[in-house]
């Protein structure tokens, strides 16, 4: 018998060196297919198409995101935003945050809104993450409440993501594959979804989506409205990819590559979950809509506008001990939530002071400090998203109390931006 171990060690150990060799090309052939056609270090920053320029060199020229803020108020029908025809533009502007499944709270509430019968028709909305998900139906109306609902009440787990093995998970470019979360969206955003955007975009409202540009280091927007209706056939493909990208949580689901085209040549653009970057958005000319009326060719006058921020998540996403499961992964999905949460923080703490010094009310409404939420920002729990689907339903409906500033912050700091 002790001849047969022997053989058999013998056989294993001419077997590691096989099995090693066969790991590592496995691992340089997926590296090599994962990141093709970087953009080279150094290189001016382009633009994917479908993305805003937001500032220009030259002051005499206003930016991608000027332009098309101004051209909506040139497209809009005053008596929609003028609504007693006293010449005082009402403008509403909605901005949805990230917080994974937490969203479930803000599907809700902007259902419940509905139900209430005062939910504005938005003038500007953006999303970010989780928002992003959010952001189509919002930005369409009550109307396209049953999918909002949809997607946070009747998903779980596997409809949005796989975890990927070991082995996978360090060769690959994150811990889970998102292959379920594409054809979610694929089957939401069809072609009546689009043409539906580009009618509202073309009667001068926008949509924009924010993702992180990782190779440029910097903030992207995107205009999905003017997707929309580009008229292009891949339209519908790149308002699906900017969507995932939004929705794709660095390290655990995969980033989404944009072409991009630098002195005359085709690179590939990373980019990932905007809340990288920010947590919430809506950027200083959005709201500067005196500047944007010039900028229209129509006459200033008197504008008022009103701001609300649907926060996806508590004030504090985890007051006290949480324990946190010594896992890579559960490591990992602390660390992002706790650096979305400072995110979160200072990204608000920009918006009020913006809207304070563009005259606008500014509206904010979170998950309530002392309701449990149960479970992590990714897992998907249905019972859970049902609850918290609940809660903002009843509070959209029932309730039209809007806090008037951030949480989390000194009052002394907003006594300071008060006065600035």
Known sequence: MAWKKTAALLGLGAAIPIVLLAATAAVLALRMERRTAAPPAGAATARPWGAVDLETFDTHVPSGMQQTIADSIRLEDPREFDRDGDGVREYDFLALSGGGVHGAYGAGLLCGWSQRGDRPNFKVVTGI?????QATPAFLGPDYDPLLKRFYTEIDTADIYRKRGPVAAITHDATCDTAPLRRLLDGAIDEAVLAAVARKHAAGHRLFIGTANMDANEFTIWDM????????PDARRRYVDVLAASASVPVLFPPVYF???????RYREMHCDGGAEAQVFLRGFMLDVEDALEGAG????????????IRNGRTDDRPGYAAIAPSTLSIAEATIEKL???SSTSSLYRMYVLADRYGVAFNFRCIPQDFEVGFPALQFDRAGMNRLFELGFRTGRESDEWATSPPDIDPDELADAERC
């Open 225 to 232: 409205g003017a997707i929309a209706a580009s008229g292009r």
């Open 340 to 342: 979305f949460k400072v």
């Open 259 to 265: 072409d991009v085209e630098i002195d005359g040549r």
């Open 129 to 133: 993450s989780t928002g992003a998900l």
């Open 298 to 309: 129509l006459t200033t006058g008197e504008v008022q506008g009103r701001l609300f921020v």
